[in-house]
């Protein structure tokens, strides 16, 4: 059984960094780009950040563009993002996703985690 558990959310002061896990389990980690999608209150889905199979490319939103950095460790099945100079408009839950075999910036993805809370604070 496919099993995405994010980890990393919280509470973070304006300005601050904080870096969220995916951990895969039940598939083919390297066969599958990694996605992070996140939904503020009142808004839909949004592609945040992707990284490919290889983790040789990536593609950000441009809202977090220069401000985040997604990275993935196939040997431990895990994928991250680095989040620095976060804004109260990046307060989100923030949800990994799977999906075989290239980065979709739309949420049309395989699988997907249960989502970790980010607030970011003023």
């Known amino acids: 059984q496919v099993q995405l558990v994010e980890s990393g959310g919280g509470l973070v002061q304006a300005g601050g960094s904080a870096r969220l896990s995916c951990a895969a389990s039940?598939?083919?980690?390297?066969?599958?780009?990694m996605g992070w999608f996140r939904q503020a209150p009142g808004k839909g889905r949004e592609f945040v950040a992707g990284?490919?199979?290889?983790?040789?490319?990536?593609n950000y939103a441009d809202s977090v563009k220069g401000r985040f950095t997604i990275s993935r460790d196939n040997a431990k099945n895990t994928v991250y993002l680095q989040m620095n100079s976060l804004k109260p408009e990046d307060t989100a839950v923030y949800y990994c996703?799977?999906?075989?075999?290239?980065?979709?910036?739309?949420?049309?993805?395989?699988?997907w985690g249960q989502g970790t809370q980010l607030t970011v604070s003023s």
């Open positions: 996703a799977a999906r075989k075999y290239y980065i979709n910036t739309s949420p049309d993805y395989d699988y």
């Open positions: 039940g598939l083919t980690f390297s066969s599958y780009a």
């Open positions: 990284i490919s199979w290889r983790g040789d490319g990536t």
